[in-house]
């Protein structure tokens, strides 16, 4: 049975910064596209950045230059480096790992950014 771990989440100030890691476990293999999604309170979930298996990345308008993604395929894990955080950034931060099509979600993690 594959799982994501998600950590690193937490209360943060704005202008601070945060760093989530996700990691699988179980028996995934062949993994693809990594990314991180988002969902605010009464928002739906949307995407925040991917990273391809050859470390092709895309971000949303929103955290470009603020946020950096990365991968370790040795570790099979994912994280999201984010700097200078805004209020707009609270939301819970999930993760998802792609294998032979099938896309694994971890159980989120919650990020809020507030003075």
């Known amino acids: 049975q594959v799982q994501l771990v998600e950590s690193g989440g937490g209360l943060v100030q704005p202008g601070g910064s945060l760093r989530l890691s996700c990691a699988a476990s179980?028996?995934?293999?062949?993994?693809?596209?990594m990314g991180w999604y988002r969902q605010a309170p009464g928002k739906q979930r949307g995407v925040v950045a991917t990273?391809?298996?050859?470390?092709?990345?895309n971000y949303a308008d929103s955290v470009k230059g603020r946020f950096t993604i990365s991968r370790d395929n040795a570790k099979k894990a994912v994280y999201l480096q984010m700097n200078n955080l805004e209020p707009e950034d609270t939301a819970v931060y999930y993760c998802?790992?792609?294998?032979?099509?099938?896309?694994?979600w971890g159980q989120g993690t919650q990020v809020t950014v507030s003075s």
């Open positions: 998802t790992q792609q294998s032979y099509g099938v896309d694994y």
């Open positions: 990273i391809t298996s050859g470390s092709s990345t």
């Open positions: 179980g028996s995934i293999a062949g993994i693809g596209r």
